[in-house]
């Protein structure tokens, strides 16, 4: 028996999310069945996270322990053979037996493209969330800062969840231009649901003037969902790095 | 009347090129529709050239004469609004009667992209040409360097076109490298059929050992197309610049 832990991207556009749905295709779904078609065999394949319909990954991490005795080297490229264009396995590794993608995480990075042009990009489609009016990145990435550090994010977590300990570190949260493309990465040890496209409707709420500037320290205090902006699209969301 | 020009952007991917056709899809024909819709009129739309299936574009310009008298600043948004969102018109400017987009074009300049990841990148799906194996970007760009001037470009057109001239001018030619991303940039007064696609098979050619290093100027000297590399897809094509 091996543990192999696999490293992928993927365009979230035409899939549920990662995790296995009853109806709807899904990156999880694909792999097993690719990874069954590769080794002759039915493993559980476990993810880092969840991730939800629309949202992509740059890097998403998952094991399989398997006695499939195929070269780790030569795993990606007989997977991405049966994988849809949209999934690519780009590494293989062998990894200790109690390596678990999920509980081992130390954290995880994630980045949201807004496409801040006057008219619609086609290239940005379903990559970035569409979002035409003034946004001053320097000011946005003033007001990022205050989210750095260990707080309660009960205000920036979905009202879906019912997890109870809503304490997270941000280590880092910043906002860059080029060109019409605002990129924002938020690095931190765990995200509650929404959390990240919570934080950038924040984010544009204070450039729109619906939640004053300089005040998300006090929004975090609130710990009330109803004083953080709105959950902006799954679109523009992708994981950036795992951290183990 | 008046005389407009249009700038635009596609992503070219699901259509049969600029040019409407009988049987199938055109970036012509949906601006045509769309103006219909905007304006209650049926005009001509000029394109500043053809583009082939598959191929996208940065800016791509037209021009429509029309007595439609809505403000040029109101036109892009109303034009969008009829378009998919494949199709972005972000300029329109009125012009003297007698600018023609395709006679009045000065030169145009195209970019090629090349993903050169060792796995196929979903980002890139259709966007550029997936190619795995090892390419010298500076090497290239060396290479790249000998298209540049006054040729008769025989050897980079299609066998298809029955243009007699194939005399033209590139200003310019390089190839640079940004990580997994090679981008191809070829100005020039005009362009044959094919020719940048077949001006970057070449360089490909190359690279791969299939056309000796240096040899570009016998091959352009040969006016023979069998010296050249392949056509390459037209996925990775796009019109970056017009010039007037």
């Not at 997890?163 to 019409?180: A, F, L, P, T």
């Not at 765990?190 to 003037?209: D, K």
Request: glycine share 8%; hydrophobic share 35%.
């Amino acid at each position: 028996m091996r543990n192999l832990l696999l490293t992928l991207r993927y365009d979230g556009t035409d899939f549920h999310g990662w995790q296995v749905q009853p109806n709807g295709d899904s990156i999880q779904q694909r792999l097993t069945e690719a990874f069954r078609s590769v080794s002759g065999k039915s493993e559980n394949i476990i993810g880092c996270s969840r991730t939800d319909a629309g949202v992509h990954a740059n890097m998403f991490c998952c094991n399989v322990r398997t006695d499939c005795n195929i070269p780790a080297e030569k795993i990606p490229g007989a997977l991405n053979f049966y994988l849809p264009n949209t999934i690519s396995v780009y590494g293989c590794d062998e990894v200790g037996f109690d390596f678990h993608a999920r509980y081992n995480a130390k954290g995880k990075e994630y980045v949201y493209l807004i496409y801040n042009g006057k008219y619609r990009n086609p290239f940005y489609e379903n990559k970035a969330l569409f979002y035409p009016y003034k946004l001053n990145a320097e000011e946005m990435n003033k007001d990022a800062k205050d989210f750095i550090g260990v707080h309660d994010f009960s205000a920036f977590c979905s009202a879906d969840s019912d997890i109870q300990d809503k304490v997270r570190e941000i280590y880092d949260c910043k906002v860059e231009r080029e060109g019409d493309l605002i990129k924002i990465t938020v690095s931190g040890n765990g995200f509650l649901y929404n959390m990240v496209r919570i934080i950038v409707g924040t984010l544009i709420s204070v450039q729109s003037g619906k939640i004053e500037s300089g005040t998300v320290p006090e929004v975090i205090e609130s710990r009330d969902r109803k004083n953080a902006g709105v959950t902006v699209e799954s679109c523009g969301l992708y994981l950036n790095k795992v951290f183990y």
